[in-house]
């Protein structure tokens, strides 16, 4: 028997959970989230981000964003290839460190208290076209679950959709993880350290401080340096290469315990895409829409105010009552303008622009190792200190 309901959504991150809390804010309509994992928030997605009254009032309540902090910090250290320089910068809000599982939990609960149903371990692996129309999903053993509306928020690793066609942004980058204790601070500084690009490929090293003497750190590879399969590289030995390399960042570690260490290859989607309805009845939301810039952006942040704003709409499409009228051309490019509008959407394609920025000028500064220094204050340092106020 095939299980029926108004809307699906495929993916329980960040934006998936956002769009659902959003749909039952304003209707009563009866949704299904799917989730491939075991449990949702498996997999951790991030620890900073800035404080967002909106989301705060919505999503979850007054004073939520302070209970999951870790530590907050308005403080920037940029540190350049040689160390010689660095720039310091104020950003104009604070980043706060934040735990990543108990983000997700509220988001969990409010789905529990608002009668959305979840269900884990079900991947989706085909939507259902019939008679023209876009009706509903398949999952890996095999149930089927039809729907008017279906929202896509499975990432963008592998997103379904492209699956039809679509190509959506991906940029995979290497990535080392670590959190360790006993680190030698110097004042409760979010420091980045660049590495030069001459052994090791253009990096940054990010130092977020969760105490007076514990950090976890992401090694981020600079999303677009290098196109080659990640895998088999050894990250590890980059990361020692880095320190070794870098007598600032080795001061930091000399007594460091690791707690725990782990690389990985992840994909970040990249730049927003526009058109975020595909196909008929069918919304892309997050990752695979590219709401994140893996320079400089904060995708949990974006993600849950795209989900937020995708939920909302696909609400009122639904209650109209009129669902195939939205999606005849005029009406589909309606629609599409009208997410263009919003603050969140146009808040992407400004942060579009920093990071690309930043990139170029991180790469004019890699262009000649040797004046390193020279090119960190004619290049970096000012874009870094334009593009603060989006750290
Ligand atoms: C290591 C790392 C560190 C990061 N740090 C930060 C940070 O500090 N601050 C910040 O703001 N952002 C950070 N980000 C980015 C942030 O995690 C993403 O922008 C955000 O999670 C995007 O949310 P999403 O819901 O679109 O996608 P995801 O979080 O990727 O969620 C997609 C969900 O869909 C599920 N799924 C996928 N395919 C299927 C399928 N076929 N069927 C069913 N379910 C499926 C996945 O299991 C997953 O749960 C980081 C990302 C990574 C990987």
Same mark, same amino acid.
């Given at each position: 028997?095939?299980?029926?309901?108004?809307?699906?959504?495929?993916g329980?991150?960040?934006?998936?959970l956002?769009?659902?809390?959003?749909?039952?804010?304003?209707?009563?309509?009866?949704?299904?989230?799917?989730? /491939?994992?075991? %449990?949702?928030?498996?997999?951790?997605?991030?620890?900073?981000?800035?404080?967002?009254?909106?989301?705060?009032?919505?999503?979850?309540?007054?004073?939520?964003f $302070?209970?999951?902090?870790?530590n907050?910090?308005? +403080?920037?250290?940029?540190?350049?290839?040689?160390?010689?320089?660095?720039?310091? &910068?104020?950003?104009?809000?604070?980043?706060?460190?934040?735990?990543?599982?108990?983000?997700?939990?509220?988001?969990?609960? %409010?789905?529990?208290?608002?009668?959305?149903?979840?269900?884990? +371990?079900?991947? @989706?692996?085909?939507?259902?076209?019939?008679?023209?129309?876009?009706?509903?999903v398949?999952?890996?053993?095999?149930?089927?679950?039809?729907?008017?509306?279906?929202? #896509?928020?499975?990432?963008? $690793?592998?997103?379904?959709?492209?699956?039809?066609?679509?190509?959506?942004?991906?940029?995979?980058?290497?990535?080392?993880?670590?959190?360790a204790?006993n680190?030698?601070?110097?004042?409760?500084?979010?420091?980045?350290?660049?590495?030069?690009?001459?052994?090791?490929?253009?990096a940054?090293?990010?130092?977020?401080?969760?105490?007076?003497?514990?950090?976890?750190?992401?090694?981020?590879?600079?999303?677009g340096?290098?196109?080659k399969?990640?895998?088999?590289?050894? &990250?590890?030995?980059?990361?020692k290469? &880095?320190?070794?390399?870098?007598?600032? #960042?080795?001061?930091?570690?000399? +007594?460091?315990?690791l707690?725990?260490?782990?690389?990985?290859?992840?994909?970040?989607?990249?730049?927003?895409?526009?058109?975020?309805? =595909?196909?008929?009845?069918?919304?892309?939301v997050?990752? %695979?829409?590219?709401?994140?810039?893996a320079?400089?952006?904060?995708?949990?942040?974006?993600?849950?105010?795209?989900?937020?704003?995708?939920?909302?709409?696909?609400?009122?499409?639904?209650?109209?009552? /009129? &669902?195939?009228?939205?999606?005849?051309?005029?009406?589909?490019?309606?629609?599409? $303008?009208?997410i263009?509008?919003? =603050?969140?959407?146009?808040?992407?394609?400004?942060?579009?622009? @920093?990071?690309?920025?930043?990139?170029?000028?991180?790469?004019? @500064?890699?262009?000649?190792?040797?004046?390193?220094?020279?090119?960190?204050?004619?290049?970096?340092?000012?874009?870094?200190? +334009?593009?603060?106020?989006?750290?």
């Amino acid at each position: 028997m095939k299980e029926k309901y108004d809307i699906i959504i495929v993916g329980a991150g960040p934006a998936g959970l956002s769009a659902a809390i959003s749909i039952k804010k304003i209707s009563d309509l009866n949704i299904l989230v799917l989730e /491939k994992q075991a %449990n949702i928030g498996e997999r951790k997605g991030g620890e900073t981000l800035k404080y967002d009254k909106f989301l705060e009032k919505n999503l979850f309540y007054p004073g939520f964003f $302070k209970e999951i902090t870790v530590n907050a910090t308005k +403080n920037y250290r940029f540190h350049s290839p040689s160390t010689k320089h660095f720039s310091e &910068i104020e950003s104009t809000e604070e980043r706060l460190i934040i735990n990543w599982h108990k983000l997700i939990d509220e988001l969990g609960k %409010n789905l529990n208290q608002n009668g959305t149903t979840v269900k884990c +371990n079900k991947e @989706v692996v085909e939507l259902i076209f019939k008679d023209n129309v876009y009706s509903g999903v398949v999952v890996a053993d095999g149930t089927n679950y039809k729907s008017d509306l279906i929202i #896509l928020a499975d990432g963008c $690793k592998n997103p379904i959709i492209n699956k039809y066609g679509v190509n959506t942004p991906v940029d995979v980058c290497p990535v080392l993880t670590l959190k360790a204790h006993n680190i030698n601070l110097d004042g409760n500084y979010i420091e980045l350290f660049f590495s030069n690009g001459v052994d090791i490929p253009p990096a940054v090293v990010a130092m977020f401080p969760r105490s007076e003497t514990s950090v976890s750190t992401d090694y981020v590879q600079f999303v677009g340096s290098f196109k080659k399969d990640y895998s088999s590289l050894d &990250i590890k030995s980059w990361w020692k290469k &880095i320190r070794i390399d870098n007598p600032v #960042l080795s001061e930091r570690f000399k +007594n460091a315990e690791l707690e725990y260490c782990f690389t990985t290859s992840l994909p970040f989607g990249g730049p927003v895409i526009e058109n975020i309805i =595909p196909k008929e009845r069918i919304f892309l939301v997050g990752n %695979n829409a590219g709401h994140n810039e893996a320079t400089g952006g904060s995708g949990l942040i974006t993600s849950m105010k795209m989900g937020y704003e995708i939920g909302l709409i696909n609400a009122e499409i639904h209650s109209s009552g /009129k &669902i195939e009228g939205n999606f005849s051309p005029g009406s589909k490019n309606q629609l599409i $303008k009208r997410i263009q509008r919003t =603050p969140i959407f146009r808040h992407l394609k400004k942060l579009k622009t @920093v990071a690309v920025n930043l990139r170029n000028a991180f790469f004019k @500064v890699l262009d000649t190792p040797e004046k390193v220094d020279e090119k960190w204050d004619s290049f970096l340092a000012p874009t870094l200190k +334009n593009a603060a106020e989006f750290f």
